[in-house]
C-alpha cells in the first residue's frame, strides 16, 4: 500500500517505482562555490553516471544554505551500486574533473542510504523529462525532504505518518513523490562513506511552486501531535530548489 495519497489526473509520473536503493546526499561547500559545482555537475555527471546503469534523481540548492547542494541518485542494488560507482569514480570523466568538484566541497560526507518504506513508495519517474544539455532555466518548484529521526519502529512511524502527516500534505496542495526508511546494508562502496547507525524515515514532496508552501510551512513540515513527540527524537526538513537539469522538478 503506498503511503501517499494517488496524485490526481495529469499526473507526472508512471506506475513503476525507480530504485531500490537510494543515496541522499548533502555536501556543504566552500562560500560562494555551489553555482561552480552545480554547472559542472549537469555538465558532466549526469548522462556519465548514468551511463553505468544508476540514476540521478535529482539535484538542489538548499533555499536555507547557500553553502549546501543536496542531491538524491538510484540503484538496483547493494552489489550493482558498488559495480557501478566503481565504474564512475574510477572512469575518465570523474578523473578529469575531480580537481575541480574537490575544490568546491568541504564535506561530501552527509549520505543517508534508504529504500522505499514499501515496494510502490519509491520515485515514479517515468514521465519525467530531464532538460537537455546547456538548459539554463531551473524550474519554479519547491522540493521538500523532511528527515525523520526515529525513537522507535520506521513501522509504526509510517502508520502515523500515513494516517496523520501525508493527509496534511495533500491538503496543502503537496505532490507526495516518496518516502523511505534507513538500508542497512553494509556499505558496498567503502571510498563513498554513508552515515551508518542511523533510524530515519524520510519523505519527499514536490509543490508547485514557492508560493503555494508559503501558507502551510509548519503543518507541513512538521506536524505536531502527541503520538509523534513520541516517535520521533528530530527533525530535520530541507526546502529545495531543483537546478535546471533535475530530473525530479
Known amino acids: 500500500m503506498r503511503l501517499f495519497a494517488k496524485i490526481a489526473e495529469g499526473d507526472?509520473?508512471?506506475?513503476q517505482p525507480c530504485c531500490p536503493i537510494v543515496e541522499l546526499r548533502q555536501y556543504t561547500l566552500?562560500?560562494?562555490?555551489?553555482?561552480?559545482?552545480?554547472?559542472l555537475f549537469e555538465r558532466e555527471f549526469i548522462e556519465t553516471q548514468e551511463a553505468t546503469g544508476m540514476r540521478v534523481i535529482g539535484q538542489f540548492r538548499d533555499l536555507n544554505n547557500p553553502d549546501r547542494f543536496v542531491w538524491l541518485r538510484g540503484f538496483t542494488d547493494m552489489e550493482s551500486r558498488a559495480r557501478q560507482l566503481q565504474e564512475f569514480y574510477g572512469g575518465p570523466v570523474w578523473k578529469k574533473h575531480r580537481e575541480a568538484a574537490n575544490a568546491t566541497m568541504i564535506d561530501s560526507d552527509n549520505v543517508l542510504l534508504l529504500r522505499p518504506t514499501h515496494p510502490d513508495s519509491g520515485f515514479l519517474l517515468g514521465s519525467f523529462k530531464r532538460p537537455a544539455p546547456g538548459t539554463s532555466e531551473a524550474s519554479k518548484s519547491l522540493v521538500v525532504a523532511t528527515i525523520y529521526y526515529l525513537a522507535g519502529s520506521p513501522d509504526s512511524f509510517a502508520e502515523f505518518?500515513?494516517?496523520?502527516?501525508?493527509?496534511?500534505?495533500?491538503?496543502?496542495?503537496?505532490?507526495?513523490?516518496?518516502t523511505?526508511?534507513?538500508?542497512?546494508?553494509?556499505?558496498?562502496?567503502?571510498?563513498?562513506?554513508?552515515?551508518?547507525?542511523?533510524?530515519?524515515?524520510?519523505s519527499v514532496s514536490r509543490f508547485s511552486n514557492r508560493e503555494t508552501y508559503a501558507p502551510h510551512p509548519s503543518g507541513v513540515a512538521e506536524p505536531v501531535s502527541g503520538k509523534q513527540s513520541g516517535l520521533v527524537k528530530k527533525l530535520e526538513t530541507l526546502f529545495l530548489a531543483p537546478s535546471a537539469r533535475s530530473l525530479v522538478r
Open 30 to 39: 566552500v562560500p560562494g562555490k555551489r553555482d561552480i559545482l552545480v554547472d
Open 161 to 178: 505518518f500515513e494516517t496523520e502527516v501525508a493527509a496534511a500534505l495533500t491538503k496543502a496542495g503537496a505532490a507526495a513523490l516518496a
Open 12 to 15: 507526472l509520473m508512471s506506475s
Open 180 to 202: 523511505f526508511i534507513t538500508e542497512n546494508h553494509s556499505n558496498t562502496f567503502p571510498a563513498l562513506p554513508v552515515r551508518e547507525g542511523e533510524n530515519v524515515f524520510v
